[in-house]
């Protein structure tokens, strides 16, 4: 039987699955218990075999109980819940294994609402901890069970640089977990900055289309040397003005890429902080209440 780093034994999917009816309809016997490991990632797997293993276990567990409250994930792995006043059961990832547990609703998520409000970087020195928050993305499709009556703020990137690595994230986390827990759903956003009014950044993801960027240049003069300096920043192709590169099979490099990209097409048209830069038309397929609490700026 395998085992996690603590030696505990690894549920298979069906055991998971039935772990989780047990959380999910007598949670009292297991509130204050650790989590129970039910799957365990290769040290530097790629996101699609991350991805490909954790749907086994998700796809069991979603036959028994039904589809959760909450979709989500935070920077190292899945976080999926079934949540109601009372109680939470939690299906969360990290970079070395996803996990089983159930907790007292007000209690954690008082304690997830903490962390929100007082970390982060004060500065640009300062590291970012995008990648300690709980959840960076997080989907409302009205699900069973209730949904907070809160909702966090989110953290704000101290500098285009915190941008850039919490785009990163958030874009690598939707490349391992979007498709497990939405299918063949796209999520995506638009950026928009106060000091280039009117121009637009878009952002997408879907597993049959890959990750995606584009930008608007119809303003751009339609000459070889625009597009020489269009191509040597990275953009790949020009459709009736807009610039776009794609990357249909992306993994963490890729998903750094489309990053960098867009702040550096934030940068080159005078965007300088992360307050200017507002997230427009958040959306997962129009269905639902898509959050980005990791993004690292308002939308």
Same mark, same amino acid.
């Given at each position: 039987?395998?085992?996690?780093?603590?030696?505990?034994?690894?549920?298979?999917?069906?055991?998971?699955?039935?772990?989780?009816?047990?959380?999910?309809?007598?949670?009292?016997?297991?509130?204050?218990?650790?989590?129970?490991?039910?799957?365990?990632?290769?040290?530097?797997?790629?996101?699609?075999?991350?991805?490909?293993?954790?749907?086994?276990?998700?796809?069991?567990?979603?036959?028994?109980?039904?589809?959760?409250?909450?979709?989500?994930?935070?920077?190292?792995?899945?976080?999926?819940?079934?949540?109601?006043? +009372?109680?939470?059961?939690? =299906?969360?990832?990290?970079?070395?294994?996803? !996990? @089983? #547990? *159930?907790?007292?609703? &007000?209690?954690?998520?008082?304690?997830?609402?903490?962390?929100?409000?007082?970390?982060?970087?004060?500065?640009?020195?300062?590291?970012?901890?995008?990648?300690?928050?709980?959840?960076?993305?997080?989907?409302?499709?009205?699900?069973?069970?209730?949904?907070?009556?809160?909702?966090?703020?989110?953290?704000?990137?101290?500098?285009?640089?915190?941008? +850039?690595?919490?785009?990163? =994230?958030?874009?690598?986390?939707?490349?391992? !977990? @979007? #498709? *497990?827990?939405?299918? &063949?759903?796209?999520?995506?956003?638009?950026?928009?900055?106060?000091?280039?009014?009117?121009?637009?950044?878009?952002?997408?993801?879907?597993?049959?289309?890959?990750?995606?960027?584009?930008?608007?240049?119809?303003?751009?003069?339609?000459?070889?040397?625009?597009?020489?300096?269009?191509?040597?920043?990275?953009?790949?192709?020009?459709?009736?003005?807009?610039?776009?590169?794609?990357?249909?099979?992306?993994?963490?490099?890729?998903?750094?890429? *489309?990053?960098?990209?867009?702040?550096?097409?934030?940068?080159?048209?005078?965007?300088?902080?992360?307050?200017?830069?507002?997230?427009?038309?958040?959306?997962?397929?129009?269905?639902?209440?898509?959050?980005?609490?990791?993004?690292?700026?308002?939308?």
């Amino acid at each position: 039987m395998e085992t996690s780093g603590g030696n505990r034994p690894i549920l298979s999917p069906g055991e998971a699955a039935e772990f989780a009816v047990a959380l999910f309809e007598a949670p009292g016997s297991y509130l204050g218990y650790d989590p129970v490991p039910v799957l365990v990632h290769e040290p530097n797997a790629m996101l699609r075999t991350r991805r490909e293993s954790f749907r086994k276990v998700y796809g069991a567990i979603v036959d028994r109980i039904g589809e959760p409250t909450l979709y989500g994930g935070s920077a190292s792995g899945p976080h999926i819940r079934w949540r109601d006043p +009372e109680r939470i059961v939690l =299906l969360a990832g990290n970079h070395h294994q996803a !996990q @089983l #547990s *159930v907790h007292r609703t &007000g209690p954690l998520e008082s304690e997830e609402m903490r962390i929100f409000e007082w970390g982060g970087a004060w500065s640009a020195d300062e590291p970012h901890d995008f990648d300690l928050l709980p959840y960076i993305w997080q989907l409302d499709r009205s699900g069973p069970g209730e949904p907070p009556p809160e909702r966090t703020g989110g953290r704000m990137a101290s500098s285009l640089g915190h941008f +850039e690595s919490a785009l990163t =994230l958030m874009l690598s986390a939707w490349v391992e !977990q @979007l #498709s *497990v827990q939405v299918g &063949g759903d796209w999520a995506g956003f638009s950026l928009t900055s106060g000091v280039d009014r009117g121009r637009q950044i878009h952002v997408s993801y879907a597993l049959g289309e890959g990750l995606q960027v584009s930008v608007d240049d119809r303003d751009g003069e339609d000459s070889p040397e625009r597009a020489s300096m269009m191509r040597q920043r990275g953009w790949q192709s020009r459709d009736r003005g807009w610039w776009q590169a794609e990357f249909p099979e992306p993994e963490r490099a890729e998903s750094a890429e *489309v990053a960098r990209l867009a702040i550096a097409e934030l940068r080159a048209r005078g965007t300088r902080e992360p307050k200017d830069v507002r997230a427009r038309d958040v959306s997962c397929k129009d269905r639902g209440e898509l959050l980005l609490p990791g993004l690292g700026v308002r939308h």
